[in-house]
Nanobody, 127 residues
């Protein structure tokens, strides 16, 4: 029943922007910590950003800090990732992830922290 569906990926020139969405269904969204990861061939899945169940706390990878912004809309059960000033090295499949949270101090930066994953959406940044 649990499902996360990403959308919004595409091809964009360096310096451009994209807005990714992750629509959740079949999960108690209000208690789910959510995160975004990305992966390219031959590399480990890389943490991008996490957001607490309330949206009050966020944690960004150093490589995207100042360029990407995460938010969530509890009325739509959706998490958004705004990608600005994109660079070719941002090219990857971007995955949305979620897991129940009891409000702990865990920042949810590890892929192993999550029990629900979307199928991913491709982001390609050209020079």
């Amino acid at each position: 029943q649990a499902q996360l569906v990403e959308s919004g990926g595409g091809l964009v020139q360096a310096g451009g922007s994209l807005r990714l969405s992750c629509a959740a269904s079949g999960v108690p969204f209000s208690i789910y910590a959510m995160g975004w990861f990305r992966q390219t061939p031959g590399k480990d899945r890389e943490f991008v950003v996490a957001i607490s169940r309330s949206g009050g706390s966020t944690s960004y990878a150093d490589s995207v800090k100042g360029r990407f912004t995460v938010s969530r809309d509890s009325t739509k059960n959706t998490v958004f990732l705004q990608l600005n000033n994109l660079k070719p090295e941002d090219t990857a499949v971007y995955y949305c992830a979620g897991t129940p949270s009891l409000g702990s101090s865990n920042s949810y930066r590890r892929a192993s922290d999550y029990n629900t994953w979307g199928q991913g959406t491709q982001v390609t940044v050209s020079s």
